[in-house]
């Protein structure tokens, strides 16, 4: 059964089953291409996602799911476009010009060539054409709330593989929503939904991850290493792409000094890129992966133990401690791998992090850091002190529970 709420959107609950009609279920972005997005399909966000909401309200069922979907292709137009100018403009004028010497200078020509970067990348992207969409519809699609619609929507439809689908895939960011829980819990007593339990907005990493992590579960420590690199290295790119993505349009309302005009604009540039931590953290049974990349750190460094490859694992033990210093089982190990450095034909070199762990712990702690700077001393005088984490508010992450086969 389904439960009705005073608001448009939230899941309804009503009485009365509906025949179950089996359906393929067809991924959201299965011929999405950002790079030759349907010339007919560009249209401002903020217009699709209202008149997708217009039609939810009527009980047009069907034209408000084509708007939603179409609207999740143009969110993510938007976000892989920014993404990509961003990376692409991103080494401009990282020379040291000796004809500009004053680094107040060089930081301003920096800028400007920057800024001539991204504006002809633009122009080769339709999407930057239209108008840039409001901050509470970018909120919305950041939650996934589009997909509490196109759950209710299919429900409505009788379409019910795909409603299961939706909710699962607005589950997955929001694992604690008691009204996408229960409607997920009564589609379980109508069919068996495993086989549709697809995530839309999964990233890369995710199924690879869960892989590696089901075959160290089974004694496979080889391909599970091979798994688990594949997972560190499709995240690294995912999060470059989501901190790049943070780049992008902002909107300006304040009448400031120019400096202090410059330091707003930053600050909310760091928001987005600390939150990205957060934002990219995976929900395994429903539960978000505590330290992320450090576990995958974790399950290296013990699968190259098992495989006897200690000059593999000793570098995974060290980048696991560079996010948790103080676990005490990996402060063991490395004392073990030490102990015993001789035998293994260890160097110094060996008991250092991997570079790729380096330069992501230190870029991160840096942008925690410069973002508490930012909101402590840079907010109006009638603002309480805040961390960044009160402020790039991420899933909570408990302990990773077992994974089933």
């Not at 025949?19 to 903020?46: G, N």
């Not at 008149?51 to 069922?61: F, L």
């Amino acid at each position: 059964m389904f439960h009705k709420t005073g608001r448009i959107g939230w899941p309804l609950y009503c009485l009365g089953l509906l025949l179950i009609t089996p359906v393929l279920v067809v991924a959201q972005y299965e011929k999405y291409s950002f790079k030759s997005f349907p010339q007919k399909d560009l249209m401002p966000l903020d217009s699709a996602y209202g008149h997708a909401i217009e039609q939810y309200a009527a009980h047009n069922w069907k034209e408000s799911i084509k708007y939603l979907e179409l609207s999740l292709r143009l969110h993510r137009l938007l976000k892989d476009s920014e993404a990509f100018c961003s990376q692409n403009c991103s080494t401009v004028s990282r020379d040291n010009d000796p004809l500009f010497a004053d680094s107040g200078l060089r930081i301003m020509r920096h800028f400007l060539l920057r800024a001539s970067c991204l504006k002809k990348c633009k122009t080769n992207f339709p999407v930057f054409n239209l108008a840039f969409p409001n901050k509470d519809t970018l909120d919305a699609f950041e939650k996934r709330i589009p997909y509490r619609y196109i759950q209710y929507a299919y429900y409505q439809l009788n379409n019910l593989e795909r409603a299961v689908s939706a909710a699962y895939t607005f589950l997955q960011k929001n694992p604690e929503d008691p009204y996408l829980t229960k409607n997920m819990d009564y589609y379980k007593t109508l069919f068996d939904v495993e086989e549709y339990l697809t995530d839309h907005e999964e990233r890369p990493y995710e199924s690879v991850f869960i892989k590696a992590v089901k075959l160290y579960n089974s004694g496979d420590f080889s391909s599970s290493a091979r798994n688990m690199e594949q997972a560190e290295v499709e995240y690294f790119r995912m999060y470059d792409l989501c901190s790049a993505g943070c780049e992008g349009s902002y909107e300006t309302t304040e009448v400031k000094d120019f400096y202090p005009t410059l330091a707003d604009l930053y600050t909310e540039v760091l928001r987005c890129k600390v939150k990205c931590v957060a934002d990219l953290t995976p929900n395994v049974g429903g539960f978000f992966v505590e330290k992320f990349v450090a576990t995958m750190y974790h399950y290296l460094q013990f699968a190259y133990y098992k495989l006897n490859d200690v000059k593999n694992a000793a570098p995974c033990a060290a980048s696991y401690m560079l996010f948790d210093p103080h676990d005490q089982v990996m402060q063991q190990n490395f004392v073990y791998y030490r102990f015993y450095r001789e035998q293994w034909g260890l160097e110094e070199s060996n008991f250092q992090p991997r570079p790729e762990a380096l330069t992501y712990f230190k870029k991160t702690t840096k942008q925690k850091e410069m973002l508490e700077f930012a909101l402590n001393y840079l907010q109006t005088d009638d603002e309480d002190e805040v961390r960044p984490e009160e402020v790039a508010v991420g899933p909570s992450a408990p302990q990773m529970r077992s994974l089933r086969g």
